[in-house]
């Protein structure tokens, strides 16, 4: 059972639209990542989120941590093929790290 | 600076043997942690170790082990394997013990088990 929920497992669009990826939870976490994964390749860290209703900006991202810090969301704006890869979110909470089964997106040219 | 390194990159084995993954850190990293990824499960925490001393434990079982050494690096062990440990083993260094710390993985190692 995961306790972090990630919707929807897959996504395939084309480029140049806008997309958004959502990490739930019943638990409360101290913080919450989000990383990328591409084939053959370990998670790249994209944003780390620590305070509920917080929002981070890393060019066309947009994360955000729910203010009951159970959720996040990761907004895409005019994805472009090489946002392509594994999106994973992963919550702490008392030394414990867990990971959500990630967002398969494919953005096609 | 160089990232974080795993060998081998792919092993082969068959039930009931044993294998040793290897991970060096980033220089300077003093935590390593440990992961397992399947498509079925995701990616599912193993243990941490800083300073020489396991911090934290998954729930996985006493099969799997680990240590680190003086100088940072880590090794995962899995004696008895099954054919549902086929798996890619993760290593991820970080600068200080606290989970919520940047973690910098490895490419992973893919392990098959026949």
């Known amino acids: 059972t995961q306790l972090l929920e990630q919707s929807p497992q897959f996504l395939s669009i084309q480029e140049g639209e806008n997309l958004t990826v959502y990490c739930n939870s019943s638990?409360?976490?101290?913080?919450l990542q989000w990383y990328r994964q591409e084939p053959g390749e370990g998670p790249v860290l994209l944003v780390t989120?620590?305070?509920?209703?917080e929002v981070k900006k890393l060019k066309r991202l947009t994360f955000q941590f729910g203010d009951a810090r159970k959720d996040s969301s990761l907004h895409i704006t005019a994805a472009q093929p090489g946002d392509t890869g594994l999106y994973l979110c992963?919550?702490?909470?008392?030394?414990?790290?867990?990971f959500g089964a990630g967002t398969r997106l494919t953005v096609k040219p | 600076k160089a990232g974080v390194t795993q060998t081998p990159r792919y092993l082969i084995k068959t039930r009931g043997q044993q294998v040793t993954l290897s991970c060096s850190p980033i220089?300077?990293?003093?935590?390593v942690s440990w992961y397992q990824q399947t498509p079925g499960q995701g990616l599912q925490f193993l243990f941490e170790?800083?300073?020489?001393?396991?911090?934290n434990k998954g729930n996985f079982p006493g099969r799997f082990s680990g240590r680190q050494f003086s100088n940072s690096r880590s090794e995962m062990n899995v004696s008895t394997l099954e054919l549902g440990d086929s798996a890619l083993y993760l290593c991820?260094?970080?600068?200080?013990?606290?989970?919520?710390?940047?973690?910098?993985f490895g490419p992973g190692t893919r392990l098959t088990v026949l």
């Open positions: 991820a260094s970080s600068l200080v013990a606290e989970l919520y710390n940047e973690q910098f």
């Open positions: 638990s409360v976490f101290s913080s």
């Open positions: 989120v620590v305070t509920g209703g």
């Open positions: 992963a919550g702490a909470a008392y030394n414990d790290m867990r």
């Open positions: 220089s300077g990293h003093r935590s």
């Open positions: 170790y800083f300073s020489e001393t396991q911090r």
